[in-house]
């Protein structure tokens, strides 16, 4: 079956640069989320989209921004990257809203964030 | 948010039915009891949930207390490939909303050969 797909799957980037993360979600899934889990944590939710439209929102830094688009992809845009973003980063998608077993949330593979 | 309290670490042989439990006694009567778990290097993954009723799927069981405050996740006859951090998650439906999910600490679960 097909899964979420992330790309790229490593990325290095310096203190101060901008990063693209893009979520591919499940065929026929509308809604995406976006995840990060720092060194040891847990993971913490950032942000979801619905329909294109921003659903909810977590502790997502002000640096970063993200959006859906037409074709349900999501892209992370994170700029003026520092030490501690360093971490990997998750995207699930589920099917449609709320409604219980409809919005389980099927994760990716992730993104490992490395800034130097 | 109602908030979920799990003890740190478990350990289970291969091969034996493995209880983690999960305490939520500020649960609410519209949060639906979640569990997910991440093995190593890799995403988290939905086991199940349930609301009231003890559920089964092909992955393991969910037993809920009668008064909802505590519940415990079964799995029947667990194997290497189990041992992972299990997440109890309680998700609220009543506001609509594709809303994040919330991971506390969880169980780090340890399967001995």
């Known amino acids: 079956a097909a899964g979420v797909i992330q790309s790229p799957r490593h990325l290095i980037k310096e203190k101060r640069e901008t990063a693209t993360l893009k979520c591919y979600p499940i065929p026929r899934h509308d809604t995406v989320y976006w995840y990060q889990q720092g060194p040891g944590q847990d993971p913490q939710f950032l942000i979801s989209?619905?329909?294109?439209?921003?659903?909810d929102k977590g502790s997502i830094p002000d640096r970063f921004s993200a959006q859906q688009f037409s074709d349900y992809h999501s892209e992370l845009n994170m700029s003026s990257l520092e030490l501690g973003d360093s971490a990997l980063y998750f995207c699930?998608?589920?099917?449609?809203?709320?409604?219980?077993?409809?919005?389980?949330?099927?994760f990716g593979p992730g993104t490992r964030l490395t800034v130097l | 948010d109602a908030k979920t309290t799990q003890p740190n670490s478990m350990e289970s042989n291969e091969e034996e039915p493995v209880h983690l439990p999960c305490n939520h006694s500020t649960i609410s009567g519209t949060d639906y009891i979640h569990w997910y778990r991440q093995l190593p290097s890799q995403g988290p993954e939905y086991v199940i949930h349930g609301l009231t009723s003890n559920v089964n799927n092909r992955m393991a069981s969910l037993a809920i207390a009668e008064d909802r405050k505590s519940s415990t996740l079964i799995l029947h006859r667990a194997t290497l490939r189990d041992a992972a951090v299990y997440y109890c998650?309680?998700?609220?439906?009543?506001?609509?909303?594709?809303?994040?999910?919330?991971f506390g600490k969880g169980t780090h679960l340890i399967i001995q050969p």
């Open positions: 998650i309680l998700r609220d439906y009543s506001g609509g909303g594709a809303d994040g999910l919330t």
């Open positions: 989209f619905y329909e294109k439209m921003q659903s």
């Open positions: 699930a998608s589920s099917l449609g809203l709320g409604g219980g077993p409809r919005d389980t949330q099927y």
